[in-house]
């Protein structure tokens, strides 16, 4: 087994930080919001931060802009300002943000850019989404691109850009076209990868600050493993 390096305030992989934003790169098994399994969240992990950094009396304000699936890592937004906060949740309700991801899966899809739509219906009990073809009740229509960027020995890299954003979309898409991400036992995958985190990297934003307006992109370096490392 592979010892998991969870975010510390010690730590942190700080991508940008000015007065309203703060950008984390996330590892595997941070937990960006606070849920049943009682870990401390990644949202914690920056006020404790923020708090030591600023010497901040009191409590720290931190907005949770948008999440990333625990297994996966990369970029998350975080607001240190309620200003900012309303502005990023405007941003990112109307998809006025680019995002980029990359995936490694090891079989070679069909096409070597294509664009995907599938109907996603999520299923609360197992927390999966499954991917129909057609509209079926209750499902999301989920819209994504992609292409081959690197061949590696054994695996393919994809390149995403998301029109839509779905629950576990990237993810079930993906394992929808025979492409399921390398260590994602959840929609396919063999076998899990030794740090329990799945090949799946928020790589890329281009957001609009929210306060300045000015266009930030921001690129988070992929984790040091042997695969990443070969691209």
């Given amino acids: 087994m592979i010892e998991k390096i969870i975010s510390t305030k010690d730590n942190l992989q700080i991508l940008h930080e000015d007065n309203h934003i703060i950008v984390i790169n996330k590892r595997v098994g941070d937990i960006v919001q606070g849920d049943k399994t009682g870990d401390k969240p990644l949202s914690e992990v920056v006020k404790e931060y923020l708090k030591e950094k ?18 996966t890592t990369g970029i998350v937004v975080f607001a240190r300002t309620s200003k900012a906060l309303t502005r990023l949740n405007e941003l990112f309700s109307k998809r006025e943000t680019k995002k980029t991801y990359w995936a490694v899966v090891k079989n070679r899809p069909e096409k070597t850019e294509d664009t995907l739509i599938h109907f996603l219906k999520r299923n609360e009990k197992n927390n999966t989404s499954k991917a129909h073809l057609k509209e ?24 995403i850009n998301l029109h839509t954003g779905r629950h576990h979309q990237i993810r079930a898409q993906l394992s929808a076209i025979g492409c399921p991400i390398k260590g994602d036992l959840k929609y396919g995958f063999d076998r899990s990868n030794p740090d329990g985190g799945i090949h799946l990297h928020a790589r890329k934003l281009v957001f609009t600050h929210p306060v300045t307006k000015e266009t930030i992109e921001i690129i988070a370096p992929t984790p040091k493993d ?3 490392n070969s691209i």
């Fill in 136 to 159: 079926v009740p209750e499902s999301k229509k989920a819209s994504l691109d992609y292409k081959i960027i690197a061949t590696l020995n054994n695996y393919f890299v994809l390149e």
């Fill in 54 to 71: 600023y010497n901040k009396p009191g409590e720290v304000f931190l907005g949770v802009v948008h999440r990333l699936d625990r297994p």
């Fill in 226 to 228: 042997a695969i990443w």
